[in-house]
Every structure is written in structure tokens, then in C-alpha cells.
């Protein structure tokens, strides 16, 4: 998405297998259409919901931002979104607010509407960490590393029109993830946020202490002085399919396994925390086929 040319002020710089099954993909869902009133609305109700549960929780912030950027990059696509309930799947018990030893963390109000808002030119507060300066950063996702010459882009951030955010705080962010796993599932775009939280965490790690292991479909980032891992999980469609597989999943004709998540799901039974997304994957071929299959990776 093109941003607008910064402005001069600072105040306001605003493997293979057989099928047996084809059939469309997605499949229709039986869910009634969305509210008339447009995609805004629901999904800012869903914003307040997260916001709700970020005074437990200051790792649910984080999943605000994670629900904002969605918005932000699926635009109308992401009307189904609305019709989700957050609630559902957070730990409404979590008491994580009060890190020991930090002050209180001063929260938007929740008649703030999140979605409501704008990207502001900000050189003083962001950006929250350097491209060049992060070693985890893979070049697939580094701009500055595939030869664009300015870093101008790194300086905007999301203004909402009623409220401030507060500023992403690494060292609170890992004191309430202590002892604790929070694991990204999904295709590629789970996998940038993966990389850029890490990057968000790593300059308050001693050096030594901290550590990336890929394993297959595992990506895992161990910070030891917490005891703490942040990990991702390739499964683009969630459920099995001939995608499975990290390093060759551009495969031209697409095979799922609808019922089938168990070879996934065993693998983040434990995690604290669960990001996914699935989303373009379905979108890529006018077909998907379904079969039953067992998955190699």
C-alpha cells in the first residue's frame, strides 16, 4: 500500500497423492451475510473486545496490533472477520497486566475505536527497532537488504482518532511471557510478524542468550534469560495439505485434508499463546482439492 510523502512537521506527520474429492474453495460458509452497516464497525467492536482483555493481559496487546494490521492489509476481505467472536479464544483468567517490578500500563480507553484512524509520520518514537540492526531478520523481508535506498518508510505508525496506543514496551512484553510459548501458525505473513516481534525483543537479550532453531516446519526463538520461546509453525492452510512442506509448497495444483489437523494441532497443544492466520492460500486456485493423505514433512 503507497503512503503519502512525510510531512514537514513532526507534531502531527500524521508428498504428492491421489484425489478422490474436488469442490471449490472455501467452501460456502452457512453464516448469515455480514451487517449492512460495513466491515468497520463489527471489527472495531472486536478491537474493543481485545483492548478489554489487554488490562489481564499485555501480551493481547499485541494481538491488537496483529488484528489492526489485518484490517489495515485485507481491507474488505476481512469482512468475515467481523463475524468472529475474540472472546471465545482469549484466557479470560490471564493476569498478566501487573508485571512485578514496572509501573501499570496506561491502556487506550474501550469506547476508543481502533480501527477509526490514520498512519502519522512519527521520527521520534518509531521506528521500534533498526532493519541493520536485528541479525534474526531474514532477507526475503528486508527491504534495505533487497536494495531500497531510503528507510523513510519505517516511520509511520497507526494513529487512532480518539486515543493513543501505548509504545510497544520489549522488556514488559517478555517479563509477562516468562516461562511461557507464544507460537505463530500459518503461511508467510504469520511468519513476518514472527520475525518482526523477534526482532522487537532481541536488543534487551544478552548476547549468548538468545537463539533461533529451524526445524522443518518449526522456527523457534529461544530467549533463555526468560525462558521463553516465540515460535512459528508453517501449516498455511491450518488444517493437512500437500502445502505442508516449509521449503516446497508451490505446488500448482492444491490438495487439503478438511477434517484432518491433528499432525498439526500436536504440535501447539502447549503453547500459552496461539496467533494464526490462513487466508490468501485459499484464494490462489479456482479448485482446491480435498483428499485424505498423510503429510510428509
Known sequence: MAKPPPPTSTSDPALPTTATTTSSAPKSSSRPSPRPRGLLDPLAASA???LASARRSPVTTLAAAFFLLALV????????IAELSIDDYLYPDADLYNVSGLPPLALPPLTCDLSSGRWVFDNVSVPAYREKDCTFLTKQVSCLANGRPDDMWQYWRWQPNECSLPTFDARRFMEAMRGKRLMFVGDSLNRNQWESLVCLVQSILSKGRKKIVKRGSFNTFYAKEYRATLEFYWAPFLVESNSD??????IKERIISPERIEAHAKHWKDADYLVFNTYI??????DIKETQFEVLV
Open 73 to 80: 492489509m485485507y481491507g474488505e476481505d476481512a469482512r468475515t
Open 48 to 50: 474493543r473486545s481485545l
Open 245 to 250: 512442506n516449509p521449503n516446497f509448497h508451490s
Open 281 to 286: 492460500w485459499w484464494m490462489n486456485n479456482a
